[in-house]
Each structure stands twice: as structure tokens, then as C-alpha cells.
């Protein structure tokens, strides 16, 4: 039997997942045997964002790198406009690098990921101990 899990909560000795619309807490050692690492993860990409971005690129996305790079930067931010240039893709390399990422200079997914945790915005998170169970009696 196979399907799709959302997991919700997670601690040192048990995972919390959503199936079939209802919470059920299994061992680690249980979702070790029954997972096969497949997985998705939910963010929250940049208006504009549509795959990723190279250099040379322009548009609503590239504007909201730069405003983050300068945010992270302590800068003032960027102006509309902007294109994904040699000076951008160095910032972003350094992002990379220290991020443990592929210092490729590709701005995707995990490399925005990064940086929206790096700024402090806000993204879905694993609880730590989902839906705790009611006081015993």
C-alpha cells in the first residue's frame, strides 16, 4: 500500500503525520522502514517566480532578490529594474557557500529558501511536538 503523508510534527523519538485527514504519531524507526525519501516542502516563492533565474534575467523575481540580497546586507534597497548581473550572481554565490548550497550562481528553490530564512521571513515549519495529546486523567 503506498500514498501521501504530511508531515507535521517532528521530535526525537516520533513523527507526527496527516493521513487520510487524521493525525497518527509513529516511531522514527517506523517511518524509517515505511519512507522512501521521497518528499515535497512548502514555500513561498517571489511574485514573479517561475524557474530559475540566470544571469542576464530581469523581471518581478530578479527585483526581489535584490531587495533581499540588500536587505541581508544591511544595503539600501535595490531599485525596480534590475537585472540578474555579475554582481548579484557573486552575491548570491557567497550565499551559497556559506549556505552548504551548490555554489553555482542558479538562483532556484533551495537557494531562495535560504535567503527567506536568512531575512527572517516567515515559512511552514515542522512543529515539534504537533497536536499534543490530551492530559491524561
Excluded: C
Excluded at 26 to 39: I, N, P, Y
Excluded at 41 to 65: C, F, H, Q
Aim: proline fraction near 6%; avoid cysteine; charge should be positive.
Amino acid at each position: 500500500h503506498s500514498g501521501f503523508a504530511i508531515l507535521i510534527g517532528l521530535n526525537n523519538a516520533q513523527a507526527t503525520l496527516l493521513l487520510d485527514g487524521q493525525t497518527r504519531k509513529v516511531s522514527l524507526a517506523t517511518l524509517s522502514q515505511l519512507w522512501r525519501g521521497e518528499f515535497g516542502t512548502m514555500w513561498r516563492s517571489p511574485a514573479g517566480y517561475r524557474n530559475k533565474i540566470t544571469p542576464g534575467e530581469k523581471g518581478p523575481a530578479v527585483d526581489w532578490l535584490a531587495q533581499q540580497l540588500a536587505r541581508l546586507h544591511e544595503q539600501p534597497s535595490a531599485l525596480t529594474g534590475q537585472r540578474y548581473d555579475k554582481a548579484m550572481q557573486q552575491q548570491v554565490i557567497a550565499l551559497q557557500v556559506n549556505q552548504g548550497l551548490q555554489p553555482d550562481g542558479v538562483v532556484g528553490a533551495t537557494t531562495f529558501m535560504a535567503l527567506n530564512h536568512l531575512v527572517g521571513l516567515r515559512e511552514p515549519s515542522l512543529a515539534t511536538d504537533a497536536f499534543p495529546s490530551a492530559p491524561s486523567r
